[in-house]
């Protein structure tokens, strides 16, 4: 049976419409979340990763992310910390999805190598320590040539997880003012400029001479900073990398909600102590795709990514926790 010329153009134009339509019905979604600066490459990193939907990352610190999750303005959250107690929303899960360490970056020309501790980074911060040939600092670096330079401490200014983190190490190791219940730079007697967001540290830093700062990793390898190794709870001054840190996490105390405990003077072998995880806030009835994009990142992009931006993937009992904490969300 013939067919008209106007019947096989109408057949062809048929199936180019539905193969147009299919596709666009399987468009991916779109998944917004803002929040922790420290994670802020990784989930740059993973932002297109899941096939389900796309990401867009606001980057404006932990605070504010969490101020964001909770009046509902973003899929899902990242935050360094938690909830001030009594604060929190309701029906949601804390998630840890990656760590990393929080490197003491400075910038002090002629020098590459600089031991530190708890206390005598908590003096620095204090104004206590005020040149970077002082005694206390001398003490830790025998036989390196240090500058009677003066010290420039560079600290989180917004409300910042990394801050809460390196306020509960200091607390903890070094004492005294430290262990106020307070943001960093509310501790009485804090000195130094206030920077904003993580790269904002790393910038001061980089352009300061005679900085101090504190930040992660990847903001640090990113701008071609120098970092201090920092005495752990085995004796050792450890250099920040991926390994250090993972040896440190790795040890560390999760509860079933998803939180971890830290105890900064855990005596890990290369271990490096000033260490943190990074955790998605995500509701018990939230969309789909904020599960699979948090599953996808813990199982496959993290694993992938982490360690090339000095991330720490989470592994073991605390990936575990995770995945269970993912499957409790939709």
Do not use: E
Not at 10 to 20: E, K, Q, R
Not at 67 to 76: D, E, I, L, M, P
């Amino acid at each position: 049976m013939k067919r008209s010329l106007a019947g096989v153009l109408a057949a062809v134009a048929l199936v180019a419409t539905v193969g147009l339509t299919g596709p666009a019905a399987m468009a991916k979604g779109s998944l917004t979340a803002s929040g922790s600066s420290f994670a802020n490459n990784i989930m740059q990193a993973c932002k297109t990763h899941y096939s389900g939907a796309d990401l867009t990352y606001a980057s404006v610190g932990s605070g504010a992310g969490r101020t964001a999750f909770k009046s509902g303005t973003t899929s899902f959250g990242m935050s360094d910390g938690t909830y001030a107690a009594g604060t929190q929303p309701s029906n949601f899960v804390y998630v840890p999805v990656v760590g990393g360490p929080i490197s003491l970056d400075f910038n002090v020309p002629g020098v590459k190598k600089i031991n530190l501790d708890g206390p005598t980074i908590g003096n620095i911060y204090l104004g206590q320590i005020k040149t970077w040939n002082d005694a206390a600092i001398a003490k830790l670096n025998k036989g390196v040539k240090l500058p009677n330079l003066a010290i420039q401490p560079i600290y989180r200014g917004d409300s910042s997880g990394t801050s809460q983190n390196f306020t509960n190490y200091l607390g903890m190791i070094a004492g005294g003012a430290w262990k106020s219940v307070s943001t960093f730079n509310t501790i009485p007697g804090v000195v130094g400029t206030a920077a904003t967001g993580g790269a904002g540290v790393a910038t001061a830093v980089k352009n300061t001479v005679g900085a101090l700062g504190y930040g992660d990793l990847s903001d640090a390898v990113a701008n071609g900073l120098t970092y201090a190794s920092v005495l752990n709870g085995s004796g050792q001054y450890i250099h920040p990398d991926v390994r250090s840190a993972a040896a440190f996490l790795s040890v560390q105390h999760v509860a079933n909600n998803g939180i971890v405990t830290f105890d900064y003077k855990s005596p890990v072998r290369g271990g490096y102590s000033v260490s943190l995880v990074s955790y998605a806030l995500a509701r018990k009835d939230g969309n789909a795709d904020v599960k699979g994009f948090l599953k996808d990142f813990v199982t496959s992009c993290a694993p992938t990514n982490a360690a090339g931006l000095s991330y720490v993937a989470i592994s073991g009992s605390l990936k575990a926790k995770a995945l269970d904490l993912i499957d409790q969300i939709g």
